[in-house]
Structure formats: C-alpha cells, structure tokens
C-alpha cells in the first residue's frame, strides 16, 4: 500500500470511530439534562510503557465521549483493567482485582467493566474471564485499541460479555485523540511489537510483529507534543534499535534521533528499550553527538551465563555485552546505565547465576529492575528443564539486589555536593512542600526551592539514598 492509500484508510476508520464518539457523547449530555449527573471512567494501567501509552489513548476517547477521569470505582460508570501478561503475578493480581468488582456490579448493574491489552491476547485469560468473571461486559486486545469507540457502543447495548480480539496486527493507526497524563514530559510509541523471541517472552506473542512509525507521523506529533507544553520524550518500542527496518525507505533509529534533537522546544530526549544485540557504532555516535539525548541507556542484559543467553535466544555474550558497555562509557563519560535481570531461568545454576553477579559489578548499573523468572506458557522456555529449587532461586535473587543496591548508593554518593539540571516533576506525592524531578541521568532528586512543573532547574545535592536524592535549587536556568 502507497502511504497516500494507508492515510486515506487511517482517515476513514478515524472517521468511523468519531462518529460514535459523538453519538456516545450527546447520549451523556441527553442524560445529564436528565438527572444532571456528570458521567466517570477509570483506566486501570498494569505492566509497561507501551501500556500506558495505550492507556492515555483510551483515556482519550472516553473523554471525547463525555467522561471524565475519576480514580475512584465507586464514582465510575466505566473501568477499563488494560492487563499485562509478562509474569504471572501481574495476571493473578488482575483476577483479583477484578473479582473484587463483583458487589459493586450487583449495586451498579448499569456499571461497564471492560478488560483489554496483552493478556486478553491470551486465549486461556479469555476463557477464564468469560467462565469465571461473568460481571465482565468488555474485553479487547492489543490489536484493536483503534476501534475501541466502536466496540464500547456495543458493549453498551449488549447483555453477555462482547468480545473483540484480532489474532494479528493490522496496519498503524495515526491521530488517535489522547489524553496525556502529564504536559511537560511524554512517551511516544515510535514501533510496535517486537520480533526478538526471547525464549522466556510472552511479548512477541501477545503485541505482534515488528512495526515503525513513520517518521514524519512521529515528528509532526512531537512538533504538536512542543505546542503544548512538552520539553522532554521518551521514546518507546521494545526494541527501539530496530526502528525502521520494516519501512519502505533507508531511515534507522539514529537518522530518528538527529531528526528529533533538531526540534526546536525539546529539551531532553530518552528512549527506551534497547537489545543489547541491536546497539549499532551509529547509536552511540548519535548519542555522544546530540545534546538532547539524555546520558542514561536502559540496557537489558537478562544473564550473565552464555549458556543462558543462548537457551534465552539473546544473540550476545558476556563478553559482547561488556564490550558494548565499554564503548558506551568511553563515548558517553558519566552515562547512567540500567538493566533488567532474570533470576533463576531453566537450566540456571548458581555457578552461572555467578557470571549475572560479575556483569552487575563489572558494569556498575545506576539501577537494575530484577525478576525470578516466571514462566509463560507458549514460549520455548516453558518446555524447559527446571532444575534447582526455588529456595536456591530466591536465594540468589536477594544476593543479586544487596549486591545492586550497594552499588546503586555508592554511584549516588558520587552525586553528592554537585549541581545537576533537573526537570521538574512537581510537588513531591508524600510532601507538597518540596518539589521532585529527575536529573539527566534520570535520578529522582527531591528539593527545596521555587520552581514550576515542566521548569529546568540546577538543584545542588545534599544528601543521597539508595533511590533518590535531596537537594537545594541553586540558581534558576529558564522558567
Ligand atoms: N522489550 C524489553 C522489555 C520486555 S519486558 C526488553 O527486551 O528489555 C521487561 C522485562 O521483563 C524483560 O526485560 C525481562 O527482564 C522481564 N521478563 C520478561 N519475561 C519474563 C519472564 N517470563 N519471567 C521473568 N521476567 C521476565
Ligand atoms: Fe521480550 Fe525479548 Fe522482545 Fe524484549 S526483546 S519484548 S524481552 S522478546
Ligand atoms: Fe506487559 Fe504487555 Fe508491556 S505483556 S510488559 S504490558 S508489552
């Protein structure tokens, strides 16, 4: 398809959709002459950013529909659970939550309880919510967020739980309404889905094939992202360093960024996966080249063990993977590195548990999200041989995060008595008097001082811990 066809295709379904937008919206407004009541939706949001990017377009478009935001379920007349299904707690929490919803159903029989996102690509999470969770009206997946006006409309009038799953992805897209829950700052989806299969991955199965954006649709909705506010993005996909390989035209990650630094308003850049196999030469030029990348790389190295990486599919050593940090460091003096880390993977003993212990105090990350391994059935991982024990599994998990968070303190220590730009956040959650941002380096500092959201400011730090620092706002950049 010529873009000119996939922009009249986008355009059509656009127009579809806001039709019952608008339909939905003047049955609100009928009612609330009526009864004079204002209409609620809540959008619950697990697992990760590609999550709750999806989430604000929901948000979006019930709120175009005459609903407005409440976190309260009582209040609500909507709830939309948008699920993530990449361990098993994150699933075993929704059921819970879910059930949970039952008496209030019984009260509010006109209440919508919808479910969507990457476990209802599931067809076993389908089946159990249909038998199991019967106050359940909705459910949708990952492929068809596009539609959602449409599939909510039947879902109004329906009396059994409407159920709309594509088995595949379609085509992107483009201008879907969204509803940003922040101004300054925002994350924009530059790819969906993911072609890695990492063998313990539930991610490629459940949002699709590789697809980019393309990047004028992206750099328009960053120039629009500028206009209203925004001065830093983070890029999303969950392999950003294969962005572009499916477009018609020769455009990589890199030409991304150059492009994106040379937009006037955008202060900082992030991004955020990257494969570690995918981490080109050209990737760490741009990023020692462009001010407005951020000096902070989120890099996965999942295990230390090469035997591990190869049952994970990674396509990198230990070795590869320390020499890639090497460069980053040479290029990038003071970049903050994070990881993730998988405990106790099939086949993982405690002498190649040992190799994950060397990379972390070799590479010396600035934080590290760890996970025990948890399996998911329908990857290659799951037929595999588990063969030590849980206790030993949990045993080394916890060496592994004593040995992280030393680390962590002694690079924030480094921290101490210099100044930092920091964009801030807004008040602090468990203090109003203080404000909270992040530094470059994407370090939560919490400070005193006068400063608005969305300001840069050069705070001094005075004091660290483990996960934040406090500091004083020293002289004002811009406001
Ligand atoms: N695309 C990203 C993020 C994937 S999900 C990436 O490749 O890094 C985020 C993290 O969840 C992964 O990096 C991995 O550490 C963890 N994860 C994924 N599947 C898992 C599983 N089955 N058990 C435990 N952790 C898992
Ligand atoms: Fe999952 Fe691997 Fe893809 Fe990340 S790169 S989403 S871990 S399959
Ligand atoms: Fe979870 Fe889906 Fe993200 S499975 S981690 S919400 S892509």
Known sequence: MTRREIEHINHEVLKKQN???????????????????????????????????????????????????????????????????????????????IGALKNLKKKKPDLIIGVCGCMMQQKHAVEMIKEKYRHVDLIFGTHNIYRFPEIFEKALHEKYTLIDILDTEGFIVENLPVERDEKHKAWVTIMYGCNNFCSYCIVPYVRGRERSRNPEDIIKEIKNLVQDGCREVTLLGQNVNSYGKDLKIEFDFADLLYKINSIDGIERIRFMTSHPKDLSNKLIKVMSECSKICEHLHLPFQAGSNKILKLMNRVYTKEEYLEKVKRIKEAIPGIALTTDIIVGFPGETTEDFEDTLDIVRKVRFDQAFTFIYSKREGTPAAEMMDIISEEEKQYNFNRLIEVQNKIS?????????????????????TNKNILTGRTRTGKVVNFKGDANIGDLVNVKIKEVHTWSLNGEVVMSNQS
């Open 19 to 97: 039709d019952i937008i608008q339909r939905i919206k003047q049955n609100n407004e009928n009612e609330y002459h009526k009864t004079g009541r204002i209409k609620y939706a809540r959008v619950i949001t697990y697992g990760c950013q590609q999550n709750n990017s999806d989430s604000e377009k929901l948000k979006g478009m019930l709120k175009l529909m005459g609903y407005n935001q409440t976190e309260d379920n009582e209040e609500a007349d909507v709830i939309l659970f948008n699920t993530c299904c990449v361990r098993e707690n994150a699933e075993l929490k929704l059921y819970g939550n």
């Open 409 to 429: 303190r002694e690079i924030n220590e480094s921290y101490k008595d210099n100044i930092y730009e920091v964009l801030v956040d807004g008040p602090s959650k």
